[in-house]
């Protein structure tokens, strides 16, 4: 079970970024979302630019004639099939795609609600998904969305446009102030897979899946989801923690709560810290392997520093 730290409802609290997302804030990153490229090129230390086949593919192709092959064709576009029915060559003739298509499944789960440093997780994830947004609108591409918490899943269909992006964001913002660590909201682990789901039925070939979550819910069928989508698609998870996390400190007693339930944790006692850390562990090792196997890049943003910052260090400084 994942559990949120009891926060004081106050007039400050509830005017702090940290807590809840700014919708002026989110806006701003417009202005700063550079430095960084979704692209194929990519700098060499980026953890797009890795070996296998992490490279992101770009825009893709669209299908527009069949004719006979004229010499000077690339072979890779003969059509066998025609080819053998007919008994003289044909190619596949392709143009290039205008744009490209990438969707934001952004997490705004109850399990999102958690913060020990600069921002809870949620509003972190908010905060990654408009520089991701706006970074691609800036290049020229559509962005749509997935926004889901734990009852529902918010589709937005991809547009290149200032106002779509604005849209989505008033979407995550919506949902972001609906988090309440005493609003009885039912935590579920399975939203993950629904909203993978969903993608899997809405995006077509040759997009960007950006999956912004803490992963909370990840299991076998979420790899086979993700299978499905990088047969056509390519696939970038934005890994969203906070650092407690990873090692529970020893602060003596401590409570606890999900939404429903709370619960006193003595934290002095060193056999709880270790399995608290093996669990995030855990769910760590298996995005690595998802990652690993699918040639997935995984982009660890943690709660503690800014996400641009972050964002440009592993994404490289593509301008």
Same mark, same amino acid.
């Given at each position: 079970?994942?559990?949120?730290?009891?926060?004081r409802?106050?007039?400050? =609290?509830? @005017?702090? %970024?940290?807590?809840? /997302?700014? *919708?002026?804030?989110?806006?701003?990153? $417009?202005?700063? &979302?550079?430095? +960084?490229s979704f692209?194929?090129?990519?700098?060499?230390?980026?953890?797009?630019?890795?070996?296998?086949?992490?490279?992101?593919?770009?825009?893709?192709?669209?299908?527009?004639?069949?004719?006979?092959?004229?010499?000077?064709?690339?072979?890779?576009?003969?059509?066998?099939?025609?080819?053998?029915?007919?008994g003289?060559?044909?190619?596949?003739?392709?143009?290039?795609?205008?744009?490209?298509?990438?969707?934001?499944?952004?997490?705004?789960?109850?399990?999102?609600?958690?913060?020990?440093?600069?921002?809870?997780?949620?509003?972190? =994830?908010? @905060?990654? %998904?408009?520089v991701? /947004?706006? *970074?691609?609108?800036?290049?020229?591409? $559509?962005?749509? &969305?997935?926004? +889901?918490?734990?009852?529902?899943?918010?589709?937005?269909?991809?547009?290149?446009?200032?106002?779509?992006?604005?849209?989505?964001?008033?979407?995550?913002?919506?949902?972001?102030?609906?988090?309440?660590?005493?609003?009885?909201?039912?935590?579920?682990?399975?939203?993950?897979?629904?909203?993978?789901?969903?993608?899997?039925?809405?995006?077509?070939?040759?997009?960007?899946?950006?999956?912004?979550?803490?992963?909370?819910?990840?299991?076998?069928?979420t790899?086979?989801?993700?299978?499905?989508?990088?047969?056509?698609?390519?696939?970038?998870?934005?890994?969203?923690?906070?650092?407690?996390?990873?090692?529970?400190?020893?602060?003596?007693?401590?409570?606890?709560?999900?939404?429903?339930?709370?619960?006193?944790?003595?934290?002095?006692?060193?056999?709880?810290?270790?399995?608290?850390?093996?669990?995030?562990?855990?769910?760590?090792?298996?995005?690595?392997?998802?990652?690993?196997?699918?040639?997935?890049?995984?982009?660890?943003?943690?709660?503690?520093?800014?996400?641009?910052?972050?964002?440009?260090?592993?994404l490289?400084?593509?301008?």
């Amino acid at each position: 079970m994942q559990y949120t730290r009891i926060r004081r409802r106050t007039r400050a =609290a509830d @005017e702090d %970024a940290g807590v809840y /997302a700014d *919708r002026d804030e989110l806006m701003r990153l $417009r202005f700063k &979302a550079s430095g +960084f490229s979704f692209l194929p090129r990519q700098p060499i230390h980026s953890i797009l630019s890795g070996r296998h086949a992490s490279r992101l593919r770009g825009r893709g192709l669209n299908f527009e004639e069949l004719r006979g092959y004229l010499r000077g064709d690339d072979p890779r576009h003969i059509d066998w099939k025609v080819t053998a029915r007919t008994g003289k060559p044909h190619v596949r003739v392709y143009t290039e795609e205008k744009d490209r298509t990438v969707w934001l499944l952004v997490d705004q789960r109850i399990n999102m609600f958690f913060g020990s440093r600069r921002r809870m997780k949620s509003v972190v =994830a908010a @905060e990654a %998904a408009a520089v991701a /947004a706006w *970074r691609v609108l800036a290049q020229g591409d $559509r962005v749509g &969305a997935l926004v +889901f918490d734990d009852q529902e899943i918010r589709v937005i269909e991809p547009l290149r446009s200032e106002q779509r992006v604005a849209q989505i964001l008033d979407c995550i913002i919506e949902k972001n102030h609906a988090l309440n660590a005493r609003s009885g909201i039912v935590p579920n682990p399975g939203m993950l897979n629904q909203v993978l789901r969903r993608a899997c039925e809405l995006v077509r070939h040759d997009s960007l899946v950006s999956v912004i979550s803490d992963a909370a819910g990840i299991d076998a069928q979420t790899t086979r989801y993700v299978t499905r989508l990088t047969a056509h698609n390519d696939v970038l998870f934005a890994f969203i923690y906070d650092p407690l996390e990873q090692a529970l400190p020893d602060a003596g007693r401590l409570t606890f709560t999900d939404g429903r339930t709370q619960v006193e944790l003595n934290t002095a006692e060193r056999k709880l810290r270790d399995a608290y850390g093996a669990e995030f562990e855990r769910r760590l090792q298996r995005m690595s392997a998802a990652s690993r196997r699918h040639s997935i890049p995984l982009l660890a943003v943690h709660t503690a520093a800014p996400v641009l910052d972050q964002v440009r260090g592993q994404l490289g400084t593509a301008t």
